[in-house]
């Protein structure tokens, strides 16, 4: 009787297996295994959490010394990368200046250009002058205009060796003569001690309007004519003046000079032996 | 040692000045650092190279300015001057006398200064001038007056430590 039961109940064990499997391929026994694992799921999340945080007690002391080198490490590197950020901002700035630099020259063949980075500023306040850092021996001299790719910058006063000195249209001592675009009309662009410049001297018969290109007319030999300087910001009137008044808004900014072009072939006029001057009798 | 420790010292000052301290505007007014530094060394009590340093700093200035040769170095003359007549005054409160010298020394310097440009023409306005240059700088100066005081005390105790009585 023994040795018959047994394969019986190994082909009904085989059955009962088979059904369960057919029942769980055909997803009729996912509530009852959700039913049954889920304490068994919950039991291993906690020993396995008790055990890590046991792991965790146990290796710390290494793990945050590991860890301070780490975090050491990557402090350095990341103060490295901003510093190299900051490099690579400045060279980005510098190449921009002087991309525009390159396409001003390009744009205006005729003269020849030395470039030259502004290094400090007059240590008076009374004075806009500023220092550059080329000198006589790049061939720069006294009297070349300064120009950036925005338009003009000033004139090379005083020169040494290695660096020069350069007076800014904003000083109050310079004067440059301009003609207005459309009109035509011709005036002169003084600076102040505020370093505003205003242009004076314009003819009452112009018609001259905000707006207006301001540009070196060429006259006197001080300047190459054509330049541009600014725009006319407002234009001041009257009828009993002999002349009208405007300010301008230039188109250099002249409170962040970074580097600025010398334009070296250009040789201002000294006409000043021709000015007839009254004789002593 | 003192006379020549004026070169660097006061080369530095002017190289800050004129890179960093012009554009550190109030208004259109900026420090003088050498002036400051002048006028403290000059105040410091066992100083006695106060003439020394004037005439290092005001040939500084006179060599980087386009202002007409000489005149800082006049400017910087009567700083230093006054700076030594008070000395012997109110030698008790040294940071008192730093305050009224940093006062009058940028007025008459920069007074000065305009009345050289007024006298080779240059169109400089006395009234803008001094509303929007020589008060503003003399701000600044009166707020650098304290840390650059300090300073040239301390640069003065090295040069001329205090005796120890026995």
Request: some cysteine.
């Amino acid at each position: 009787m023994k040795t018959n039961s047994r394969p019986l109940q190994t082909v009904v064990f085989a059955l009962i297996a088979l059904g369960l499997i057919g029942l769980a391929l055909g997803g009729y026994l996912t509530p009852v295994s959700r039913i049954l694992l889920n304490p068994v799921i919950s039991a291993q999340n906690w020993v396995t959490t008790r055990y890590q945080a046991a792991v965790r007690l146990i290796s710390a002391p290494q793990d945050t010394v590991r860890l301070r080198q780490r975090n050491a490490e990557l402090e350095a590197e990341v103060s490295r990368l901003q510093a190299q950020i900051i490099e690579l901002e400045q060279q980005l700035s510098e190449t921009k200046i002087l991309s525009a630099l390159v396409d001003f020259a390009r744009a205006n063949p005729e003269n020849r250009y030395q470039a030259a980075a502004v290094v400090a500023r007059d240590p008076s306040p009374f004075m806009q002058y500023v220092i550059i850092n080329r000198g006589s021996d790049d061939g720069l001299r006294r009297g070349m205009p300064v120009v950036t790719a925005q338009g003009l910058v000033g004139r090379i006063a005083a020169v040494t060796a290695g660096a020069a000195r350069v007076q800014l249209i904003t000083d109050p001592a310079s004067t440059v003569n301009v003609h207005l675009e459309p009109s035509g009309a011709q005036a002169v662009l003084f600076g102040s001690i505020t370093a505003e410049i205003t242009l004076e001297m314009i003819p009452q018969s112009a018609e001259v309007k905000p707006g207006d290109l301001v540009l070196t007319s060429g006259l006197g030999g001080g300047f190459p004519a054509n330049i541009l300087i600014g725009q006319l910001a407002g234009v001041r009137s009257r009828d009993q003046d002999l002349f009208q008044r405007a300010t301008i808004q230039s188109v250099v900014d002249f409170t962040h000079l970074e580097i600025v072009l010398v334009i070296t072939n250009f040789t201002p006029i000294d006409y000043s032996p021709l000015i007839s001057t009254p004789q002593a009798p | 040692m003192a006379v020549f420790i004026s070169i660097p010292i006061l080369g530095a000052l002017l190289v800050l000045q004129s890179t960093l301290i012009t554009h550190l505007n109030l208004l259109h007014g900026t420090a003088d650092l050498v002036l400051l530094a002048i006028v403290a060394w000059a105040l410091q009590k066992r100083v006695q190279t106060a003439w020394h340093w004037c005439l290092v700093g005001g040939l500084m200035v006179d060599i980087a300015s386009a202002l007409p040769m000489g005149v800082p170095l006049l400017g910087y003359t009567i700083a230093t001057a006054l700076a030594l007549i008070l000395r012997q005054r109110v030698w008790q409160v040294p940071i008192l006398a730093m305050f009224i010298i940093t006062f009058v020394s940028t007025i008459v310097s920069q007074g000065i200064a305009v009345l050289a440009l007024q006298l080779i023409g240059e169109p400089i306005p006395m009234g803008q001038s001094f509303s929007l240059i020589i008060v503003p700088s003399t701000v600044l100066n009166l707020l650098f007056a304290i840390p650059t005081f300090a300073l040239m005390g301390d640069l003065a105790k090295v040069f001329y430590p205090e005796e120890l009585e026995v």
